[in-house]
């Protein structure tokens, strides 16, 4: 190589322009891949099953795309530091109680009540986050024990007993529907997707989120102070789940203790397989946003089109952890092909 | 030498535990005279025989360095197929048990061989394995209740063998038993553990990893399928939710008892102590009237405090070894 | 009489490198063969290809006179070949014994252990290797130097008659390698041959009778005698020529005062009484062996690991540096890490993610509000300069190839702007020309008053940059020397140092 060689590469090193070309980034991205599945679910059923393109089926459909894309983002939040939160649906469901205790015995307006229970989310994601970064056990037995305590805390108080006389604006949002079949419940996902996106992209926050989780120690010893970054990360985490219980506060108009199931346990599912089948690397450092958005789409019109076909609502479950049995099958080989290429 | 002394009882993983477990008896029945009554201690000793093989399922799965969270879903499974073969098709029980245990080590060794075959996290697998399993259970039962559970199967759970303890104990001391050989005489426990403890110098040294983590799920399964089949004894009828509430208490037993969850090192004594400290606190809630839900909270409190005492003592059992080098 | 092992005309390519290019290497029973080379020369490939871990693209490996195909290391045990891994290789709760028996320790998977029969069996490899320990205790509580005999007594109990050891004396105090050495010579005249990878070329020449160098994946010699060699001739095998006398002027002393003082410093790592200074616009150097505790006391000064006496000072001010990022955003201090893949870049992610993380807090605007081109504003000027070559900014680093890496693991700390940069061992895994050119970024750093403290175990490159050399030893300042580049006289001295005490 000579000196001009040099000089001209670096020269030519393109500043904005230079990303790979769309074409490229397209066929790699697995977010295609999703979009493709997508259009074949919906054309197939749409052609084969009538009831499918009602309106009250797409605004239905629509609304669980919403919420599962929630609690999706609440566990994407956390994957991106290659741990994880079980308790994403123990906080969840706190908040929301705590929300419905707010409107119904505290008497606090709306307009607080809801921010006050997002950073109630926030603050157990805190508790976790911190045992987690000052313990350095791993956030699997750290989330479990919390994922206990936290049900267990909100049971006692609540004595299982729901919250039902909200204000009717809860349920009225959950109900509201745009042009008659898109849920507010979806299109307030999609702003929290939007906003996500930019966190990760335009912030120093959100960079400092993917740096430490993708390599730690090299993070940390570039000046990312990666304990707090971690923290901030089960934050986020709890925010979301949070604000995913108070989506299905408003579908359902109650706070109801077992929304998310034993100890939360059901969100568990599609807190993983959203961001999964999304492309987000179970090992951290890199974040899918409407991956995950599209992952939820996915299995909520497979699903609602299989219960349409009348298989039974029973054998759906066993089908979606074959769903997410496949994601991570495609996810390993993906961060193969990385690997091969030579970017991890 | 008084260090190794010290060194030696730290390290010991059952002492701890037993103390509790003791302690607690002593303070409970001290305040509530009526907690050592025969059929409190039956109650007690069925409980732990049934929670005990959960928590070996997942002893043997930390010991390996993984986790199982399809436990209770593969019990869940063994137990209403347990009901439904001796309900709907008149399997004599004998025959029942073990095709529930076979189906049993099959499920887990299906979650083992995909996770030795793709190296994918034992976590998210198994995960996806809960939800086969468990749909597959609604699916058959559509969450109903088998209740043509033959009598000797419901004698066998709620009978007493002597006194105040349950025909129950019997499986549960057997198996016990052979975990604890296996993980300390049979060349497949012991590779279990080396996996767990540095996998990359077993896998140099020869040791079939792939096999050996299949062996593993497998009699984690089958542990889990014995605990549900002893399940339905106990309560009479095969139950779709059987299985549901074990994850939590399946790995607080073990890390009670002084597993250390990056595996490699487990101990069937403290694991029993750890299953003997969560029964007398449920117990002991039952007894003093408390609301049972409490329970969950001291069961994620008893984890942490574990976790917490395990890394303490990894810290000064090599601050020690530090000192004498 | 045929060679015990005989690796004849190996090539192995990796996506984008040639590791090795048509090399052989012979071993004969009864002797000791020394494999040499730098950091990259292909050693480790070398032996990962004998070993089974990778298939040779062309070439064959011989055992005893007949060719053998090694899939995986199990193969290359049965065949004969043992191996003593840089990283160690035991199950720490185990017993030295079932380490030691551990593919041994049944016929089949349910078989019941006979611990009398394991224990028996392993008592007797270790008397062979004099090690008077009882083998029942579990080898977390051995020593290192323990451990490594135990690994020696494992490779041997699988009637290995090659042995290979790929650094076993790294982490050895000398006594200790004298034992190893002891082991070795009568595990040769057993008739065992024995591979003997190793950076100190002291230890070479006193137990190696034959030697193989790598060059850049290629023979610089293949399997020759050790006699009438002398350590010049080895050297210069290894980096191509001769040991060069540096052909920089001993630089004027900076009259600043000094930017960082260490007085008295102890750390929880297990550095004791280290007392030195870095001026701005002088290039320290930190010379050690591997284990000698300077990239920890890089550490220590970032803050990373926790001080148990004595003083920091920045800029004349005691200060308590607690995390690396106070050590960078409030005193300006960078590391740039000898663990390239580990802790320098994050591979996942663009050139542009790397090479901005040190300055995304400074450059945010308000809510941490962060485009790219703000960071390409403050980025880009340093990788024209540093002459990256990359297709484009926004390409994954991992592509990269290691020089292209490894400026940019040091532009990340110059748009930084620090005045102190900590340099540990730049030149590994690069080519020759990088790293000349890192050699004069270096010193224009200094020139333009940045205080460098540069740790390097490459003599040549420790000699043609540092301005002053701190010899370091155990976790301990052993001396100074003040480098006036004549080649001889500081080596000299700077080995005085590491030996003197050593040998008391």
């Given at each position: 190589?000579?000196p001009?060689?040099v000089?001209n590469?670096?020269?030519?090193m393109?500043?904005?322009a ?12 697995s ?13 197939l059923f749409?052609?084969?099953l ?7 089926s797409?605004?239905?459909i629509?609304?669980?795309i ?8 609440a566990m994407?939040?956390v994957?991106v ?7 994403v ?12 205790w707010l ?25 976790n986050?911190a045992?987690v970064?000052?313990?350095?056990v791993?956030?699997f037995?750290?989330?479990l024990?919390?994922?206990s305590?936290f049900f267990?805390?909100?049971i006692f108080?609540s004595?299982?007993q729901?919250?039902?006389t909200?204000p009717?604006?809860?349920?009225g ?9 898109v849920?507010a419940l979806?299109?307030?996902s999609l702003i929290?997707c939007?906003?996500?996106?930019a966190?990760y ?11 430490a989780g993708?390599?730690?120690r090299?993070a940390?010893i570039?000046?990312?102070?990666t304990g ?9 985490t709890?925010a979301?789940?949070a604000?995913a ?7 359902t108009?109650?706070?109801v ?12 599912l ?7 089948l999304g492309g987000?690397l179970l090992s ?8 995950t958005?599209l992952?939820?789409?996915l299995?909520?019109i497979?699903t609602?089109?299989?219960l349409l076909m009348r298989?039974g609502?029973?054998?759906i ?11 991570v099958l495609?996810?390993r080989a ?7 290429r030579?970017?991890? | 030498?008084?260090?190794n002394?010290l ?7 059952w002492i701890?535990?037993?103390l ?6 002593a303070v409970i029945s ?13 109650v007690?000793?069925?409980a ?7 928590a ?23 137990a209403i197929s347990?009901g439904?073969?001796?309900e709907l098709w008149?399997?004599?029980?004998a025959?029942a048990i073990v095709c ?5 080590a ?9 996770i030795a075959?793709t190296?994918?996290s034992?976590?998210i697998i ?5 939800q086969i399993f468990k ?9 109903q ?6 009598q000797?199967?419901k ?8 006194g105040?303890?349950?025909w ?5 001391l057997i198996?016990?038993?052979a ?5 300390a ?16 110098a077993?896998?140099?040294?020869g ?11 497998a009699i984690s399964g089958?542990l889990a399928a014995?605990?549900g089949i002893?399940?339905v ?5 095969g139950?779709p ?5 074990w994850?939590?208490?399946s ?11 990056a ?8 694991t ?8 007398i606190i449920?117990?002991?809630?039952v007894?003093?009237?408390i609301?049972?839900f ?10 942490l ?5 395990n890394?303490?003592?990894e810290v000064?059992?090599?601050k ?6 | 009489m045929i060679?015990a092992l ?5 090539s192995?390519?990796?996506p984008g490198?040639r590791a090795l290019?048509?090399?052989s290497?012979t071993l004969?029973a009864?002797?000791i063969h ?8 292909g050693?480790s490939?070398?032996i990962k290809?004998i070993t089974g871990?990778?298939?040779p ?7 005893n ?12 045990g049965a ?13 720490p ?8 028996m551990?593919?041994?320790l049944?016929?089949?998977?349910l ?5 009398d029969?394991?224990?028996?069996e ?10 008077d ?5 579990p ?16 490779a041997l109990?699988?009637q290995s ?5 790929d650094e ?7 006594n200790?390698?004298?034992?190893l ?9 057993d ?6 990878v ?8 006193e137990?190696?009778d034959t030697v193989?160098?790598l060059?850049?994946g290629?023979?610089a ?5 050790l ?15 001769a ?9 004027p002393?900076p ?5 960082l003082?260490l007085k008295g410093?102890?750390?929880a790592a ?8 870095v001026?701005p616009?002088e290039?320290?150097g930190?010379?050690g062996l ?12 970032l803050?990373?690991t926790?001080?148990?006496s004595?003083?920091?000072?920045v ?5 308590d540096i607690?995390s690396?990022?106070d050590?960078l955003?409030?005193?300006?201090v960078?590391?740039v ?8 870049l994050i ?8 090479v901005?993380i ?7 605007a ?8 703000t ?7 340093v990788l024209?300069k540093?002459?990256?070559k ?5 390409q994954?680093?991992g ?5 292209n890496q490894q400026?940019?693991?040091v532009?990340k700390?110059?748009a930084?702007g620090v005045?102190?940069l900590?340099i ?7 080519d020759?020309?990088?790293k000349a050119?890192?050699h004069?970024l270096i ?5 333009n008053?940045?205080?460098v403290?540069?740790?390097?175990s ?10 002053r ?5 155990g976790?301990e ?25 050593k040998?008391a």
């Open positions: 190589m000579t001009s060689d000089t590469t670096s020269d030519a393109p500043i904005a230079g990303r790979q070309s769309l074409v490229q980034r397209l066929a790699y991205s977010e295609f891949g999703l979009v493709l599945l997508i259009a074949l679910a919906v054309a749409a052609s084969t009538p009831g499918f393109t009602s309106p009250f797409l605004f239905t629509g609304r669980q919403g919420i599962d894309t929630m609690i999706g983002l994407m939040a994957i530091t290659g741990g994880l939160d079980l308790s649906g123990a906080i969840g469901v706190c908040s929301a109680m705590a929300f419905g409107m119904e015995r505290a008497g606090v307006p709306l307009y607080m009540g809801i921010p006050l229970a997002v950073m109630f989310g926030a603050g157990l994601g805190f508790v986050g045992v970064v000052r313990s350095g791993h956030s037995i750290i989330t024990a919390s994922m305590i267990g805390i909100m108080l004595q299982a729901a919250f039902r909200l009717p604006e809860v349920l949002f959950g109900k509201m529907r745009f042009g008659g079949l849920s979806l299109v307030f929290v939007a906003v996500l996106s966190l992209r335009f912030t120093s926050l959100g960079r400092q989120m993917l740096a993708a390599n730690p090299a940390e570039s000046g990312v102070r707090r970054i971690f923290i901030a990360c089960h934050m986020l709890g979301l789940a604000t219980g108070l989506m299905i506060t408003a579908r108009g109650a706070a203790p077992s929304m998310a199931g034993h100890l939360g346990q059901d969100w568990l599609p807190a993983f397989l959203a961001p999964v987000t951290g450092g890199r974040v899918a946003v409407f991956g958005f992952g939820a789409a299995v909520n497979i609602s089109g299989l298989v609502e029973f054998w479950q066993a089908f979606l952890g074959l769903m997410l049995l496949a994601a495609t996810d993906r961060h193969k092909l990385l690997q091969r030579g970017m991890i | 030498m008084a260090n002394v060194t030696r009882a730290f390290d010991n993983d701890g535990p037993a509790v477990s003791v302690l607690a008896i001290f305040f509530q005279p009526s907690f050592l009554t025969p059929f409190n201690i039956f007690l000793l069925s732990v025989a049934v929670n005990m093989l959960v070996l399922g997942q002893l043997v799965i930390i010991g390996v360095g993984q986790m199982n969270l399809a436990l209770g879903s593969i019990g869940g499974l063994v347990f439904a073969m001796m008149g399997f004599p029980p025959a529930g245990l076979m189906i049993g099959a499920a887990g060794m299906a979650s083992g061989f995909v075959r190296g994918i034992a976590f198994t995960l996806a394995g809960l749909g597959i259970n609604l699916g058959i039962t559509e969450a209740p088998f209740y043509g559970i033959p000797g199967v004698d066998f759970g709620n009978l007493s063998l002597i105040p303890i349950p129950l104990v019997v499986p549960t198996a016990s038993i975990v604890w050989y296996l993980f005489r049979l060349r497949i426990g012991r590779y279990i553990l080396a996996i767990g403890g540095n996998r990359n077993a896998e140099l040294s040791i079939n990893v792939n096999a050996t983590v299949i062996w593993a799920h089958l014995a605990a002893m399940l004894a106990r309560l009479q009828l139950h939710t059987i299985g549901d509430d994850l939590i208490s790995f607080a037993a073990p890390v009670i008892g002084g597993a250390i969850l595996g490699g090192h487990v101990s069937v004594p403290g029993f102590f750890g299953v003997v400290i969560i029964a449920t117990q002991a809630l007894v003093f009237a609301d049972p409490v329970v969950q909270i001291v069961l994620g409190g008893l984890i405090w574990a976790v917490g005492i890394r303490l003592r000064r059992v090599s020690l070894l530090g000192q004498k080098a | 060679e005989l690796v004849s005309h190996v192995k390519s990796f490198v290019d048509d090399v290497l004969s009864g002797s020394a494999l040499l080379g730098e950091n990259g020369a050693k490939t070398l290809i871990i990778h298939k693209d062309t070439g064959e490996v011989i055992v006179g007949k060719v053998v195909h090694l899939a995986n290391p199990r193969q290359a065949a004969g070949i043992g191996v003593v891994h840089q990283e160690r290789n035991l199950i709760r185990f017993s030295i014994a079932e380490n030691i551990l593919e041994r049944g016929r089949h998977d078989s019941a252990i006979n611990y029969q394991i224990h028996a392993a008592t007797k490899w270790l008397k062979l290797l004099d090690l320990i009882d083998c029942r205790m080898v977390s509580r051995l020593s290192v130097a323990q451990m490594q005999l135990v690994e020696i007594g494992k109990s699988l008659r090659v042995l290979l050891l076993p004396t790294a982490s050895l105090t000398q200790e390698s004298k034992v050495f002891r082991v070795l010579r009568k595990l040769a005249d008739g065992v041959a024995l591979c003997f190793s950076h100190k070329l002291e230890e070479v020449f137990i190696c193989t160098v060059r850049d290629r023979n010699c293949e399997s020759r005698s006699k009438g060699l002398v350590r010049a001739d080895v050297v210069k095998m290894m980096i191509g020529r040991e060069r006398i540096s052909q920089r002027a001993p630089r002393k009259d600043a005062a000094a930017y003082e410093y102890a750390s297990g550095h004791k009484n280290i007392s030195l200074a001026r616009g290039i320290l930190l010379y591997v284990g000698a505790g300077r990239s920890e006391l890089a550490k220590g000064i803050g990373m926790r001080r148990t004595g003083e920091v000072l800029a004349g001010r005691p200060t607690g690396a990022a050590a955003h409030q005193h300006g960078g590391y890490s000898e663990d390239r893949k580990q802790e320098g591979l996942l992610h663009s050139v542009l993610g790397n901005g040190t300055v995304w807090r400074k450059i945010a308000s809510f941490g509000f962060l485009r790219d081109y960071v390409i504003d403050h980025t880009s000027p024209r540093l002459e990256v990359t297709p484009s900014i926004h994954v680093i592509n990269l190839s290691g020089g400026k940019v693991s532009a700390w110059i930084a005045k102190l900590i540990d061992e730049p030149s590994v895994g690069i020759i020309k990088t050119y890192l004069d010193h224009e750093l200094a020139e008053g940045t205080a403290l540069l740790i390097t490459d003599m040549p490159e420790m000699v043609d940059v540092a301005d050399i701190v010899v370091m030893a976790f300042v052993r001396g100074e020397v003040e480098n006036d580049r004549n080649y001889e006289r500081v080596s000299r001295a700077i080995m005085g140092y590491i030996h003197e005490r040998a």
